[in-house]
């Protein structure tokens, strides 16, 4: 697959790395290496994953379609990529079909959604299925990402894909110079746990200090979490 070449949007990325405006051609080298093997590494582990991960997708696939015969498996969002870049985030479907409509229809749930950082526990949220909220559980639900970042809409580790109406708890410019990410360092941290303005603070410290050693960190931090649950719903 081809890469996709460094815009101007990376440059912009590299002039703010330092306080002083300006950046050595060897941080800029440097920069450059990293964004070609963070890409090399996301199409690569992207395409095992989801070679693997086949049997995962047909069950998960099965069980949704017995829960809910006329509902679609998969479920896609608009977020906000790199560059201000819209584009469809893909995941298994974890709540009723007209979840959308049992949100908006409810004023004192959609408030609650609203103050809670755009999000409901388990407990507290009609629209999820039951094999929906088994897969919120494991994050399973997340699986299908792995095709957003073998099309280059993502990356493996990143700050988490945010829609439009969440931008404005950013600094935008900042947030958008780089491709969101399927695991970050809010997730890290603890995820659903963490609510903003803590929240967009982790992400632009991940921006400001990305590298292959903190990916790593990031990626071998999530994967623990995911396997313990922590701050998944």
Known sequence: MQTKGHGRGDFRHYHSLTNNNTISKDQIEKRILYHFFKRFFDELLSIIAIILLIPVFVVTAILIKIEDPHGPIFYSQIRIGKNNRPFRMYKFRSMVTNAENILKSNADLYSKYLSNNFKLLPED???????????????????????????????????????????????????????????????????????????????EYYVDHACLRLDLKILVANIINIFKGNGAY
Do not use: C, H
Not at 161 to 178: A, F, G, M, N, R
């Open 125 to 203: 949220d009609p629209r999820i299925t039951k094999i929906g909220l088994f897969l919120r559980k494991t994050s399973l639900d997340e699986l299908p990402q792995f095709f957003n970042i073998l099309i280059g809409d993502m990356s493996l580790v990143g700050p988490r894909p945010v829609v439009p109406s969440e931008l404005s708890k950013y600094d935008q410019e900042k947030i958008l110079s780089v491709k969101p990410g399927a695991m970050g360092l809010w997730q890290a941290k603890g995820r659903s746990k963490i609510g903003y303005p803590r929240r967009a603070k982790i992400e």
